[in-house]
């Protein structure tokens, strides 16, 4: 026999005291492995949604334009390709909105695939049957629209247009398409229905197009805008892959793939560089230049522009090139240097304009404005000279190909994206145009041009190469050589994203679920190990004699101690084990849960069960611990206890554990302590949140110590008549043992505490809805479009554009225009890490208006403290660009604080950081961050337009508001909708963690009013023989039925009185300052139900006294 | 065994309770005596002080010459094991271990009661359970719960061994029983046996018997 032998024995023979133990440890450990497992199984369901949805694509590459199909097809032929990959689709992608012509049902927002047969190859499937014009929607797409197959489907998409819509010759209107389809049978997700390479949880609402015919709808034949790649299984998830990805297109692409041209002009005497844009950018610009370097030649930069009108002397021409240039053209054709005033005609010009050196001449030239108007403006230069048609004056192609302009057999047919009046045109005019087609008729020095007509977008519309004199044939191909080395697709026209490295990435979550619920079942984790404390104290109570006999025969103290923690340690393992068990069907509750009630707060119900080893071996390990170290304090107190004491059956905390003067000088300073905090939060010396908080907190300790010490001095005699005397009997069994009392209270308080105030922390979306410090800013809209609004809709010009005017519902409607580039959404609606954030760039009219409110910021100036929108017009030193974001995105949902960055990539730009400069407070922008529109502008050139409206509407007339703006914009997809129903899908993600919270809470609270059934029983059996006394003297069972219910009643009005009390102190400013509400309702509700759980175990502690033998006892006595 | 000038008083809120007022005395192996004297007269008091349980508030105890209350906690447990048996009126003995563990109870201070098994079998036998070392404290009779508590004390051959009112429980005849055995096996194993009890045929079995009065002693 070893002293072992003896813990396996007690094991043994105290298996049901131990019961108990081993259940509240399984319920912790549960409790605690159901949490980890939970959050095992959101991060296994978002890899397995991930997988889904990539199906076999690894890598993207994504091209600013459009670019040859043919290029996929040279991209797999390189040597290199086979060593890293499997299988290559070229395919369109898009944005659109899907109205389903039965119904009229609209979907707006639709991932639009153009695909063929090598897209379904890539990923191992055969193609799904389907006509030249049928599509195939997503079965959530189908859904939403009411679809089935054979029904109409039209769908809106943006056509794709070469010279962008933010310079005067873009087009702003008609810049769509419209298909009709016939609708396929919806593609279920395991059918690849759901593909998509941004991860996200939701539902994906997709539309698969027949290739061949998007890309005869959008005139763009045999053209694409990505290609998709399978990696070979080594390095798909991994950045090799799109390293790998990077060097084939580098190898494959050509000039013309990166949308320059490098053509031969003025009979072969040059090579113009070009970009199809019109516009060429800076970057191409300085390679051109740098390539004629390389070559021996001497670029030369040009901006051509159209003038209105050319006018001197009181005479005209309409609508005129204009060409700026400099060196050793402008001194050729002015014969000197350049002045900033100058301007050259050619003959034909100052002829029709009796012009002589010397004269002014004025240009009178459109410009279209960044806020969506367009303006003519007035320029004066002084004629230098005049010059024959004859060498560079005479060269049309100085002048880029401008749709509807250059392409006209004459100027009649001219059909620019501006307002002309052809009446102005004369015949000479048209015998112009007929002879020389766009030749400039002017020319000015390029810094002055640029000056005028100078573009974010770029500043020349080409780059002269003279081909130097004695040049051999191949001189063009070496520049073209020299050009494409200095361009880099990866850095100029396309993107090369690792989806499937990525979206794992991102499916690590913003939202550590295991984390959340840790936190939210903590009071169910603390309620099980005090019980587990307690039943375990319980039953070593039991056996005192047995502690002070070992003690007798020479075991110390330590070692007794030690015997019964191996004792509670092995009760503790086999409660982990249960409870690891018990951990599944837990966390199989959960999830369940979150599919169903709580599905607000993940958006998906696609969510499976996984558990990993470690997560179950952390939680049994864990609630081992915990457990383990509750039964180690509970035992503290028996080395105070001497071994006579302990032979006597003395557990001997009486005299160690009660309530002393410090208890009472304890709780006297506490209170006085939350008055000061209180008074100094009323006097604003101290913030109001943090001083109530403070002061309800102080207030539950000083109350709980109150309540020990009031518990243990209770005195005095029954009164009155009937029960009252039986009950106050049974308020004096409280004091029996004021320790375990105030315990108990303690519990209950502090889980009341909790409860009520996470419960004001709910948030009601229509709170602060008209107010332009609210969540909504004062917005009662919010809408998105599919296409960018260019046109600005606060003038009678961008009315008539838009296809607004003359509509009566939008009477005193004002719109705040913000730029947007679409990315991840940052709000908690998303589940995986955000890698792209969306950005909005804001009008500098919004920020100037200081709507919103902000919790922090890095504000420095008294300005940017008072707004701290200001602070996103800052030029910071390195570059970077100022953001401000939500504050609850920016903390759990991107995990950054200010001064922080955000890096995200743009296709064919170096990446870009974001600095996080101010945090909203929680409200309408949880999804996005925001920039100013300068910087968003020099951020992402290639965004056009507006696609992000901020509505004010009239009181009351929100929803025709909105009914009519998706009407009469649905040409781009406008999606508007209320903001309280944008805040209200983020409050109500906000909301159901504060179920879950509350529903986890209200269980610890239930099973801590379990405890205190427990703790009742326990008093009752301890003084059976004072009942019995009580029965002999000629009390009846209700007696002590009523006796039992009022100890129960008192104890459990102390700890949720308290609790509400001490809570309601600490929300009141919050409640105030955010806008919750006091959920009295459900939170009487939980309160209740408490009472009556409370009540229902005191029932069974009164059963369980009425069975024991108290005649008996009193015998023994 | 020499006890001088021993004195124990109690903490109370109207002051220091005194219990033992000066007890001397020298006990040498093989004698025994009973302690008497009124509920409240301190001898459970001055028995648990011999046994080292409870420390006085002056004097010195010394057995074999070593004061056991100037040793470290682990040391006096050790001393503890080694020299003293107790046999108690209620017999604590462990419900969830066999009559034969524990009677080896006190061996298992020391990890393993195996080398002890032999001694415990002979004691059981000596005490008439040989035939239920198998069985638990439940299926016995109280006069044989308090042999098998007898047997325990002496398992580990004690010097002194302390009985606190050992037949209290019983009824005349098993206390009888019990009291015949308990002297035997003292007058075996040479202890030095101190009996408090209130019971007067009990202490008339020993050869010397003292009354506890006032916190002093005083022989009969």
Redesign the interface.
């Known amino acids: ?3 072992s ?2 813990v396996r ?2 094991l ?3 298996w049901r005291t131990h019961l108990a133990v081993v259940l509240g440890v399984a319920t912790a450990v549960a409790v605690l492995t159901g949490a980890l497992v939970v959050g095992d199984s959101v991060r296994a369901s978002l890899r397995g949604l991930v997988a889904q949805r990539l199906g076999q694509a690894d890598v993207a590459v994504r091209a600013t334009r459009f670019f040859r199909e043919d290029l996929a097809r040279e991209v797999e032929q390189r040597p290199a390709f086979g060593a890293s990959f499997l299988g290559l689709a070229p395919l369109v992608i898009l944005d659109g909105a899907v109205t389903h012509e039965e119904s009229g049902r609209r979907a707006a927002g639709v991932l639009v695939y153009g695909v063929d047969e090598r897209f379904w190859r890539l990923h191992g499937r055969a193609a799904p049957a389907a006509g030249p014009r049928d599509a195939l929607p997503s079965a959530p797409l189908a859904a939403e629209l009411g679809a089935s197959a054979g029904d109409t489907l039209l769908l809106r998409v943006q056509q794709p247009s070469e010279v962008s819509a933010a310079t005067l010759y873009g087009r702003r209107d008609d810049q769509g398409r419209t298909l009709r389809l016939a609708a396929g049978t919806p593609l279920a997700a395991a059918a690849l229905g759901e593909f998509a390479l941004r991860p996200q949880q939701q539902s994906v609402r997709a539309l698969f197009v027949p290739l061949r015919l998007l890309q005869r709808t959008l005139a763009k034949p045999a053209a694409v805008n990505a290609l998709l790649l399978d990696a070979a299984p080594a390095v798909e998830a991994t950045p090799v892959a799109g390293d790998a990805a990077a060097g084939l297109l580098r190898e494959a692409a050509s000039l013309g793939d990166l949308g320059v041209a490098a053509r031969p002009v003025a009979g072969g005497t040059a090579i113009a560089v070009e970009r199809e844009e019109a516009l060429l950018d800076d970057a191409t610009a300085e390679a051109a230049v740098e390539a004629a370097r390389t070559v021996g030649a001497a670029p030369q930069r040009v901006l051509t522009y159209l003038a209105n009108t050319i006018a001197a002397n009181g005479r005209e021409v309409p609508y005129s090139l204009v060409s700026a240039v400099d060196g050793a053209p402008w001194s050729a054709l002015s014969g000197g240097a350049p002045a900033g005033d100058a301007i050259v005609l050619n003959d034909w010009a100052a002829r029709e304009l009796g012009a002589r050196a010397g004269d002014a001449v004025t240009l009178a030239y459109f410009l279209w404005l960044e806020e969506g108007r367009i303006e003519e403006r007035h320029a004066t230069f002084t004629l230098a000279s005049v010059v024959p048609m004859e060498g560079l004056a005479a060269d049309r192609d100085l002048t880029p190909d401008y749709p509807g302009i250059t392409g006209s057999a004459q100027l009649a047919d001219w059909d620019p994206p501006f307002p002309i009046d052809l009446s102005r045109v004369r015949k000479p005019d048209e015998a112009y145009w007929d002879r020389h087609r766009a030749t400039p008729k002017a020319f000015v020095p390029l810094a002055r041009g640029q000056e005028l007509w100078g573009h974010r977008l770029g500043r020349l519309t080409s780059v002269r190469v003279p081909v130097p004199p004695g040049a051999d044939a191949a001189f063009a191909g070496r520049y073209a050589q020299a050009l494409r080395a200095e361009l880099d697709p990866i850095g100029t026209a396309y993107a090369v994203e690792t989806v499937r490295a990525d979206s794992l990435r991102a499916s690590e979550g913003t939202t550590d679920f295991g984390e959340y619920f840790l936190y939210f079942s903590a009071f169910l984790v603390a309620a099980a190990l005090l019980l587990t404390a307690l039943f375990f104290r319980f039953g070593v109570e039991q056996r005192t ?2 502690v ?12 007794v101690r030690r015997g019964l923690v191996l004792e509670g340690a092995a009760l503790a393992v086999v409660g982990a084990l249960a409870g690891t068990a018990a951990a599944w069907a837990y966390g199989a509750a959960l999830l369940w849960a979150m599919r169903t009630f709580w599905v607000d707060a993940v958006g998906t119900d696609q969510l499976r069960l996984v558990a990993t080893p470690a997560s179950l071996a952390i939680g049994a390990l864990a609630g081992i611990l915990t457990a383990v170290g509750c039964v180690a304090l509970t035992l503290r107190g028996l080395r105070r206890v ?3 004491a302990l ?1 006597a059956g003395s557990r001997g905390d009486e005299a160690h554990l009660g309530p002393t003067r410090r208890t009472a000088r304890f709780a006297v300073g506490g209170a006085l302590a939350a008055g000061l905090l209180l008074v100094a939060a009323v006097r604003d010396v101290i913030p109001a949140a943090g001083a109530f908080f403070g002061a309800g907190l102080l207030l539950l300790a000083a109350a709980i110590a109150g309540q020990w010490r009031w518990l243990a001095r209770r005195q005095g005699l029954p009164k009155g008549a009937g029960a009252r005397p039986v009950a106050w009997l049974g308020f004096r069994n409280a004091s029996y043992r004021p320790g375990r009392s105030a315990l108990c209270v303690a519990l209950i308080a502090a889980a009341t505490f909790v409860i009520v105030s996470v419960g004001a922390f709910r948030r009601d979306a229509r709170e602060g809805a008209g107010d332009p410090k609210g969540p909504a800013g004062g917005y009662a809209l919010v809408a998105t479009s599919v296409l960018p609004l260019h046109h600005d809709p606060h003038t009678a010009a961008g009315l008539e554009a838009l296809n607004l005017a003359g509509e009566a519902a939008l009477g005193g409607v004002r719109f705040e225009r913000f730029r947007l580039q679409p990315g991840d959404d940052a709000s908690c609606l998303n589940l995986y890490r955000p890698q792209n954030p969306t950005v909005l760039g804001a009008p500098e009219g919004f920020l100037r208006a200081g709507r919103f409110s902000f919790q922090s910021s890095l504000a420095a100036t008294e300005a940017e403290r008072a707004n701290p929108w200001l602070l996103l017009e800052r030029e910071l030193p390195d570059g970077a660009i100022p953001v401000a974001a939500d504050a609850n995105s920016l903390a759990y949902v991107l995990h950054r604080k200010l001064g922080d960055e955000v890096v995200v990539t743009r296709p064919g730009q170096p990446p870009l950081r974001l600095r996080l400069v101010a945090a909203l407070r929680n409200g309408l922008f949880q999804g996005e961050l925001i920039t100013s529109e300068r910087a968003f502008l020099r951020a992402f050139p290639d965004r056009q337009g507006f696609r992000f409206l901020l509505v004010e509407a009239p009181a009351g007339r929100e929803s025709e508001v909105a009914a009519a703006l998706e009407s009469r914009l649905a040409d781009y997809g406008l999606d508007a909708v209320p903001t309280t129903e944008r805040l209200a899908r983020y409050f109500r993600v906000e909301n159901t963690y504060l179920s879950m919270f509350q529903a986890l809470g209200g269980l610890g609270l239930l099973l801590g009013t379990v405890g205190l059934g427990a703790v009742l029983l326990r008093n009752a059996l301890e003084r059976r023989r004072e009942l019995a006394l009580l029965r002999a003297v000629g009390y009846r069972r209700r007696h002590l039925t009523v006796m039992v219910l009022a100890e129960n009643a008192l104890l459990l009005a102390l700890g949720l009185g308290t609790g509400v009390a001490c809570a309601l102190v600490a929300i009141a400013p919050a409640v105030v300052e955010r806008g919750g509400t006091f959920p009295a309702g459900s939170l009487a509700l939980l309160l209740l139900a408490v009472v009556a759980v409370g009540q229902l175990v005191s029932r069974a502690a009164v059963a369980l006294i009425h069975r024991a033998p108290l005649l008996a006892a009193l015998r023994s006595e | 065994m020499r006890v001088t000038d021993l004195r124990k008083e109690y903490p109370t809120a109207a002051g220091p309770l005194p219990i033992l007022g000066g007890v001397s005395f020298e006990l040498r192996r093989g004698q025994a005596v009973a302690v008497m004297g009124p509920s409240g007269s301190g001898k ?1 008091t001055l028995l ?1 002080i011999l ?1 080292t ?2 420390p006085p508030t002056s004097g010195q105890v010394t057995l074999d010459g070593v004061d056991p209350f100037a040793l470290g ?2 040391e006096l ?2 001393f ?3 020299q003293v048996g ?1 046999v ?1 009126q ?1 017999h ?1 003995l ?4 066999t009559v034969l ?1 524990n009677v ?6 020391t ?4 080398p002890h ?1 032999d001694r415990a079998r002979k004691l059981l036998d000596q005490v008439g359970l040989a035939a239920r070392a198998d069985h638990r404290p439940a299926q016995l009779s109280g006069g044989e719960r308090q042999r098998v508590a007898i047997a ?1 004390a002496l398992v580990l051959q004690p010097v002194l061994l302390l009985c606190d009112e050992p037949t209290g429980n019983l009824d005349r005849h098993t206390a009888d029983t019990v009291a015949s055995l308990l002297l035997d096996l003292h007058r075996d194993q040479g202890t030095i046996l101190v009996v408090v009890t209130h019971s007067a045929e009990l202490a008339a079995r020993l050869p010397v018997r003292w009354q506890l009065a006032e916190g002093r002693l005083q022989g009969t």
Request: aromatic share 8%; proline share 5%; charged share 25%.
């Open positions: 026999m070893r002293a032998t003896l024995r007690s043994r023979h105290y004699r047995e002070g006999l070992l003690r007798a025969v020479g075991f110390t103290p330590a070692r001497s071994a006579r032979l | 459970s648990y046994g349980l409870e906690e682990a447990a050790a503890r094991n080694r107790f108690f209620d604590c462990l419900p969830q271990c563990e080896l109870t006190p061996a298992l201070v990890g393993d009661a195996s098994v325990r």
